[in-house]
């Protein structure tokens, strides 16, 4: 099993959060555990054989900003390069509402010209040149967004993802200077999430590195840091999001999904 996390280049950068890589056989990447959301659009280009979640994943995969669990599950060897757009970035590369994409699995070429087209260049090239040669392709989607004040929705999920979720809405547009209202439609244009779902998301994670981080603390520990009321509030929104309750999304790092967490 070989998973590698690329920093994009600067050119990318502000746009694109991180380029990872997967490589091994099915029998490495096969446990079926829940990809926990994070608030990035993604696209994971499969140069070997489908995955399924439920049904077979296209082979050029667009997965939106999801608020629920995903588990996909191989079905032959596995070689992917996956693109992590930075939340409020994914709509300026993909031309399209980016509301439209909540919870969705689709074939990044009905939002991305030429997608099925890249997976053959990609596959044509060795290892050492698909990752200049994607770089060099997603330079050329990727523009400037046009929007009226975008520092205003970059200081809300700032300030989401340094209190790790824990922070009112009401409170988060009064602090960057509008109303919630205006904060709420903003983020559906731009981020494709609720300023709401994206700070739930952002809790959910910081529960999961702190169990990373301190592993001996107990449940009811963890929820008052992370700001929850108690620990069965905990329980019902990680539930909600991954899937299962927090000690048994940290079982299997080395499973793809374990592998996604940790890059998180």
């Not at 489908?50 to 032959?76: H, I, K, Y």
């Not at 390069?81 to 939340?87: D, L, N, Q, S, T």
């Not at 909540?102 to 698909?130: F, T």
């Not at 904060?183 to 300023?195: I, N, P």
Request: overall charge positive.
């Amino acid at each position: 099993m070989q998973f590698i996390l690329h920093e994009p280049p600067p050119h990318l950068a502000d746009s694109v959060k991180a380029i990872w890589c997967a490589r091994g056989t099915r029998e490495e990447f096969a446990t079926p555990e829940p990809i926990v959301p994070d608030g990035c659009v993604e696209i994971i280009f499969n140069l070997a054989d489908p995955f399924r979640n439920g049904e077979v994943q296209p082979l050029a995969l667009l997965a939106g900003e999801m608020t629920g669990p995903v588990v996909p599950v191989p079905t032959g060897a596995v070689d992917l390069i996956g693109v992590r757009f930075r939340p409020g970035r994914a709509g300026a590369a993909l031309r399209t509402p980016i509301w439209e994409l909540q919870d969705q699995l689709i074939d990044a070429s009905s939002v991305m010209h030429r997608a099925d087209r890249l997976i053959d260049d990609l596959r044509d090239l060795r290892n050492g040149a698909r990752l200049d040669h994607l770089c060099s392709e997603l330079a050329h989607r990727v523009r400037a967004r046009q929007s009226r004040s975008p520092e205003a929705v970059d200081h809300a999920i700032e300030m989401i993802q340094a209190q790790g979720g824990n922070i009112g809405i009401d409170r988060l547009a009064r602090t960057i200077g509008i109303t919630r209202r205006h904060l709420e439609r903003r983020f559906r244009d731009e981020v494709g999430l609720s300023a709401k779902q994206l700070a739930r998301i952002a809790r959910v994670q910081s529960v999961l590195r702190l169990i990373h981080a301190q592993p001996l603390l107990s449940g009811a520990e963890i929820a008052a840091h992370c700001g929850y009321s108690d620990q069965p509030h905990m329980i019902r929104e990680c539930k909600a999001s991954a899937g299962q309750t927090p000690p048994r999304l940290t079982t299997a790092a080395r499973s793809l999904a374990g592998l996604m967490r940790g890059a998180a």
